[in-house]
């Protein structure tokens, strides 16, 4: 871990994130500067869009890339084939309203490339991500249900960070490189080291 001030960002990477958020801040107050808010929202859009100087703070990543997170929510993420985004969102949408879906939160659609790492959700296939966060209300196990169904019968992957209900039987059915994992993870560490019981339920199926 890098313990002294960082490197500042080379030129080109730095110019682009700066014309991006540039580009992102003139096109926020543009849409404000035409659809009437409220004097207090828009005061607030004015403070936010307006632009910042940057910021001269250096640290290392896990202390400058988190921030607290004051709202409580569940959420899962689901990797598709890119080619079939579309009809997934439209079912997905249908299958939410029908389990009476009330959030208050988006929903995040991201593309991303085909990967090769054997367990990775983008693995050979052009992706999208597509990421469903609930308030922890009492109706939040039936939307995950409700969501995680389509997402499945969609022939989804899971984000292996965040809430799904696949077991080691229904994860192999979805990557070819299932096996080759597990024989090369086993090769490493005959004897389980770095197993723990999740995941050795998750890989094997075995109870904990």
């Known amino acids: 871990m890098h313990a002294g001030p960082l490197p500042a960002p080379g030129p080109a990477p730095g110019a682009a994130g700066s014309d991006l958020r540039g580009r992102t801040r003139a096109t926020a107050r543009a849409v404000a500067s035409r659809v009437p808010l409220p004097p207090r929202a828009a005061r607030w859009a004015t403070v936010r869009t307006w632009p910042a100087p940057p910021s001269p703070r250096t640290a290392p990543a896990h ?44 929903m995040e659609l991201r593309p991303g490339p085909a990967e090769t790492t054997w367990l990775g959700p983008a693995h050979g296939r052009p992706t999208a991500w597509i990421n ?28 292996w960070a965040k809430l799904h209900g696949l077991d080691a039987p229904a994860l192999r059915s979805r990557y070819p490189r299932w096996d080759d994992f597990l024989g090369v993870r086993a090769s490493l560490d005959p004897d389980g080291l770095f197993l723990s019981p999740y995941a050795r339920h998750l890989l094997t199926g075995e109870l904990p």
């Not at 209300?137 to 984000?159: N, S």
């Open 132 to 159: 469903l966060a609930v308030p922890r209300t009492a109706g939040r196990a039936r939307w995950l249900r409700a969501a995680e169904d389509v997402l499945v019968q969609g022939g989804g992957r899971p984000h």
């Open 63 to 106: 202390l400058s890339l988190v921030f607290p997170q004051r709202l409580r929510f569940a959420a899962l993420e689901y990797a598709v084939a890119l080619e079939d985004l579309p009809r997934t969102v439209a079912a997905l949408r249908a299958a939410l309203r029908r389990a009476g879906f009330a959030g208050t939160l988006p």
